[in-house]
């Protein structure tokens, strides 16, 4: 037996790797340290509601209309729901794993971003770059359609820039004449039927 | 619709009819969860006959308890008592059948007692006391009226797991200063206490140990744990949505915690009636053995480590880490594999990942066969192991240990055969269980084991189909739950969830395998010597700490002595010298 062990010892020799003087290699696909580009980054909060531990979060100031976007390394897991949520592919898991720091801060990300005012009663609302985001793929969208004249297109634009409540109030005769066509006999009051 | 379309009957009809027969109109409520899932709600006063009938006639086997404050629901506080049932040895001449069966019972708010199931059936003791401590049900006729979770200082009548009871972040004060925990007392000319702990034998967690002795000789042995109870179900409940649970279950053990993940998620498909992809089945089958490997090695490497053979700890460790490196290179990471969303995996097997797996399977079977040999051949290896810590069948039929513990003593019991889920009924493998009921018989089935993981490793790597691995698009329906449980390296794990109607979990009791095997540990430390304590507890694997230091108190002298673990460790590695002589 000890002759054998020996002989085991001897073949396989030094296993103990020298890191961290000589860094380890991780597998393709290791899930290290989310890296993030606030360029593309549109502040819609979907990484957010989906980060397990609220390593993400998200702050709104109505009042002076900033939201700003943070990341705290510090209660991140690596688990990559940020990443798979992203419409925009502003977040991706990098392969960096060596955290480790004095300060809290080095562990911090922020981004601050500018929120749209409505175009009716200049409250704050969405995220600037958000509402400018699904503009642009409805564009896409209703380019083709047929059925949309130009004209039809800008009002439902218009209104996308409207705050929910303003916005509301806006369609309600739209909204109002169709719930008419539809069940003549239900009267809309105010918004609500 | 079911987990598995192909499944249409429901099992364990025959087990719902006796009991029917036998109790009459105490039953009052029979609801499916799943095909092998059912529940019946029976009148509180008869709870202990009912759960005895289904242990003893039925051949059950106690998975879990699972209290939960149902007020908002239906005013009352509700007790589950999952038990797997699983027929007699003989089948009476019919096929063997098996179902989770769970007893229900509705405990009124105004009258927060029930009668306790521990005097018929002991499995249940330490739910029991859990109930107590979480819910404030008072569990009438219970021999052990210590608590279990909660520590010594926490407020007498704030029970967490209430839903009117506190914020998951709530810190009371501190209620008292000193420890009340009372240990048993045991007396006799002769006896010696020896305390172990709060800091474990095995791993890097609290629990403490108390041995009595007549010399060198245990006589009994009591024990607590719980010293840092991380309040997750409680986290889960208030604070995550439902399908972030997968990531908390991770997080459950840092061992087996992708087999807590499956069994979480597999509770919710259950409860949601979603159907996982069928190459889904086989990755998660991957990943859970992938983890049974490493899992066995370290055990292996420890079981050296005990015997005084450290070269060969070092080796398992050396070889081990392959099987780390299967682990990042299959999920992205060593450990908290993150791999499963509600309705199947997040990642795919490509090809390239799938030959290098198998290339390192090979090489882990030759490399660890060597291994297992030399370990064999050292020379007091069988000396040291046989006869020790001895689980006596009897004990462990009525403690219902699980995983090697229990086959370990002869009963060839094994979730991923009784309860197959995943794709453990798709691929060919051999169960492993000894009748040697001693430290040696669960060494030899962890090596056995180890080899039929890689096993099936490479044959689900082989046969698995192509196609999707994830189901999307499926309705949260509140209130439904359901029963998840996986075969984990140290026994089956099990989680009971209630949807809420919010996002959430109203309720997620979760039980890791070690709880089952515990209680029966006293019994394995009975008639041994205490420089085999470090060795027996090692043989149950157990998932939470290092018994820092030790108390011996020796009843003959009416003395205590404490001994720093590490003392008691190296005795147990040289046998020279005894800590308690001097
Ligand atoms: S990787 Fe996971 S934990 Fe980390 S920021 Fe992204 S979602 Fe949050
Ligand atoms: S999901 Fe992407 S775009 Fe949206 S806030 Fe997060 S990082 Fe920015």
Redesign the interface.
């Known amino acids: 037996?000890v002759l054998?062990?020996l002989r085991?010892?001897l073949k396989?020799g030094q296993?103990t790797v020298p890191y961290p003087f000589v860094p380890v290699e991780?597998?393709p696909?290791?899930?290290g340290k989310p890296e993030y580009n606030p360029e593309q980054c549109i502040a819609c909060a979907a990484c957010t509601i989906?980060c397990?531990?609220n390593a993400l979060s998200m702050e709104t100031d109505l009042e002076n209309g900033v939201r700003t976007w943070s990341l705290f390394y510090g209660r991140c897991?690596?688990?990559?729901?940020c990443e798979?949520v992203c419409p925009t592919g502003a977040i991706k898991l990098g392969a960096d794993f060596e955290l480790a720091s004095f300060t809290r801060q080095d562990l911090t990300v922020q981004a601050e971003f500018r929120l749209a005012e409505c175009q009716r009663c200049g409250a704050y609302f969405a995220s600037a770059k958000e509402l400018e985001h699904v503009l642009a793929l409805l564009d896409q969208a209703w380019k083709g359609q047929q059925s949309l004249s130009e004209d039809d297109i800008s009002a439902r634009k218009a209104l996308l820039r409207l705050c929910p409540e303003c916005r509301r109030k806006v369609d309600l005769p739209r909204v109002k004449e169709l719930v008419h066509t539809a069940w003549p006999a239900v009267e809309v009051l105010d918004g609500r039927i | 619709m079911m987990l598995r379309p192909e499944e249409k009957t429901q099992r364990g009809q025959r087990y719902v009819q006796a009991l029917r027969q036998q109790f009459g109109t105490i039953i009052q409520e029979e609801t499916w969860q799943a095909p092998e899932q059912v529940t019946l709600t029976v009148d509180l006063n008869s709870l202990p006959a009912v759960v005895d009938a289904a242990y003893h006639q039925h051949g059950g086997w106690l998975s879990v308890v699972a209290g939960n404050d149902e007020r908002p629901l239906n005013g009352h506080f509700a007790l589950y008592y999952v038990l797997s049932v699983e027929g007699d040895e003989t089948h009476n001449g019919s096929e063997p059948e098996s179902c989770y069966l769970i007893v229900r019972a509705l405990v009124p708010p105004n009258k927060p007692e029930f009668p306790a199931v521990t005097p018929r059936v002991p499995a249940a003791v330490w739910y029991e006391r859990e109930v107590r401590d979480m819910f404030g049900l008072q569990p009438v006729g219970l021999p052990d009226e210590r608590r279990l979770v909660l520590p010594d200082d926490w407020p007498a009548d704030l029970h967490p797991l209430r839903k009117d009871a506190m914020d998951y972040r709530y810190r009371p004060a501190p209620e008292t200063e000193d420890e009340t925990y009372e240990f048993f007392d045991v007396q006799g000319e002769g006896v010696l206490q020896i305390p172990l702990g709060p800091l474990h034998i095995t791993s890097d967690e609290p629990g403490h140990f108390r041995l009595f002795v007549d010399g060198e000789h245990i006589i009994d042995a009591d024990y607590r744990l719980f010293y840092v109870h991380r309040g997750m179900e409680k986290l889960a409940e208030t604070r995550m949505t439902y399908d972030q649970v997968t990531f908390l279950a991770d997080r459950i053990c840092g061992i087996c915690g992708y087999a807590h993940n499956v069994a979480y998620s597999n509770s919710i498909e259950r409860a949601l009636g979603i159907s996982i992809p069928e190459r889904a089945h086989y990755i998660r089958t991957i990943l859970l053995e992938v983890e049974r490997l490493h899992s066995h090695l370290l055990n292996l490497g420890l079981a050296c480590h005990f015997v005084g053979f450290d070269t060969g700890f070092m080796q398992f460790f050396r070889v081990r880490e392959k099987s780390m490196k299967m682990a990042e290179l299959l999920t992205g990471t060593r450990k908290t594999y993150g791999m499963n969303l509600i309705g199947g995996v997040r990642r795919d097997i490509l090809k390239e990942q799938r030959l290098q797996t198998l290339q390192w399977c090979k090489e882990l079977r030759q490399e660890v066969s060597d291994l297992v040999g030399m370990l064999l051949e050292t020379p007091n290896i069988v000396q040291r192991t046989q006869n020790v810590g001895r689980l006596e069948p009897q004990v462990a039929r009525e403690y219902s240990p699980v995983g090697p513990t229990l086959r370990g003593s002869g009963f060839p019991r094994d979730i991923r055969v009784i309860h197959p889920y995943s794709a453990y009924d798709r691929v060919p493998w051999k169960l492993t269980y000894k009748d040697g009921c001693d430290v040696l018989a669960r060494t030899l089935i962890r090596a056995e084991e180890f080899f039929e993981s890689l096993s099936m490793v490479e044959r689900c790597l082989d046969t698995m189909p192509d196609g999707p691995i994830l189901t999307e698009g499926f309705n949260y329906t509140p209130h439904r739950y359901a029963l998840g449980y996986v075969e984990a390296p140290r026994g089956e794990d099990i989680h009971w969830s209630m949807l809420g109607d919010n996002q959430k979990l109203y309720r997620w009791r979760c039980r890791a395998s070690s709880y089952n095997n515990w209680p029966s540990l006293r019994y394995m430390l009975q008639n041994n010597t205490i420089s085999d304590a470090p060795l027996i507890v090692a043989s149950i694997d157990p998932c939470y700490s290092c018994t820092e230091r030790v108390t011996v108190v020796d009843v003959r002298k009416k003395d205590v002595k404490i001994v720093p673990y590490k003392e008691l460790e190296r005795y147990c590695r040289e046998r020279k010298d005894s800590p308690l002589k001097a």
């Open positions: 037996m054998k062990l085991e010892v396989v296993a991780v597998a696909g290791f899930r989906a397990p531990p897991i690596f688990c990559a729901r798979e």
